[in-house]
C-alpha cells in the first residue's frame, strides 16, 4: 500500500468544493489535513449532532480545529465568507443544510479567491450548488482483512477541471498521510485474484 496522489486532490486552493455521504466528515478531516491547518469548522447551534474536537486526533491535533456555531444558515454562509476572504485559516468547513443559490455559492467562491483559502461544504445528498469547483461522494468501506479499519471509497462526481472517478482510500494515522489501495476482491493474495 503506497500514497498516490488522487486527481484534483487535495482540494484547490482558492476554491470552494462540496463533500456528501456518510464519510464527509472523515473526507473533511483528510483534506483540511492535505490542504493546510488550522481549520475552521461552521456548523448551525440548531443541528442535533455535534463534533467533538477529541474525535479528530486520528487525523489532526485537536487544538488546529477551530469550531464555529450560528444561529442559521444564513449566518453560517457569513462566517465562512469572511473566513474565506480572510485567508487566515487555510481550511473552511461549512455544513449546508439547505440548497446553495447561485449567488450565494459565487460569493464563497469569490471569497475563497480573494482569500487564497480552500472551502468545503458538507451538502446533503443529492444536493449540491452549480458554483462548486469539485463534488465528492465518501463513503465507509467494510474490510474483512481489518476490524479496525478507515478504508473508505471516494468518488467525484462532479470536476470543473478535470474527470470523474472513484478510488478506495485509507487513512493512516501514525504517517498522517493517505493511500490509495485497491479493491478487496483485486488484492494481491485474495480469493479473487490470482497468486
Same mark, same amino acid.
Given at each position: ?11 484547490? +486552493? ?16 483528510? +483534506? ?20 467533538? $474536537? ?19 444558515? !444564513?449566518?453560517?454562509?457569513?462566517? +465562512? ?15 449546508? !443544510?439547505?440548497?446553495?443559490?447561485? #449567488?450565494? /455559492?459565487? #460569493? ?19 444536493? /449540491? ?5 469539485? #463534488? ?28 470523474? /472517478?472513484?478510488?478506495?482510500? #485509507? ?16 488484492? $494481491? ?7
Amino acid at each position: 500500500m503506497s500514497f498516490h496522489p488522487l486527481p484534483s486532490f487535495p482540494l484547490r +486552493a482558492g476554491r470552494v468544493h462540496e463533500a456528501c455521504g456518510p464519510a464527509a466528515t472523515g473526507f473533511a478531516a483528510i +483534506a483540511a489535513v492535505m490542504t493546510g491547518m488550522p481549520m475552521l469548522w461552521v456548523h448551525e447551534a440548531w443541528q442535533a449532532d455535534n463534533l467533538h $474536537p477529541v474525535g479528530f486526533l486520528s487525523f489532526m491535533d485537536p487544538s488546529d480545529l477551530l469550531l464555529t456555531r450560528t444561529g442559521s444558515q !444564513t449566518d453560517s454562509l457569513a462566517v +465562512a465568507e469572511e473566513a474565506l476572504k480572510d485567508g487566515a485559516l487555510p481550511f473552511v468547513v461549512i455544513e449546508v !443544510t439547505r440548497p446553495l443559490n447561485l #449567488r450565494e /455559492g459565487r #460569493r464563497l467562491q469569490l471569497a475563497a479567491q480573494a482569500g487564497g483559502a480552500t472551502g468545503l461544504c458538507l451538502i446533503p445528498e443529492g444536493m /449540491g450548488s452549480n458554483a462548486a469547483e469539485t #463534488r465528492w461522494h465518501a463513503a465507509p468501506v467494510f474490510d474483512p482483512q481489518d476490524e479496525d479499519s478507515t478504508l473508505m471509497r471516494w468518488e467525484i462526481i462532479k470536476n470543473k477541471a478535470g474527470t470523474l /472517478g472513484a478510488w478506495h482510500v #485509507r487513512w493512516n494515522r501514525e504517517t498522517r498521510r493517505l493511500h490509495v489501495v485497491s479493491p478487496a476482491g483485486l488484492r $494481491p493474495g485474495s480469493a479473487d485474484t490470482p497468486d
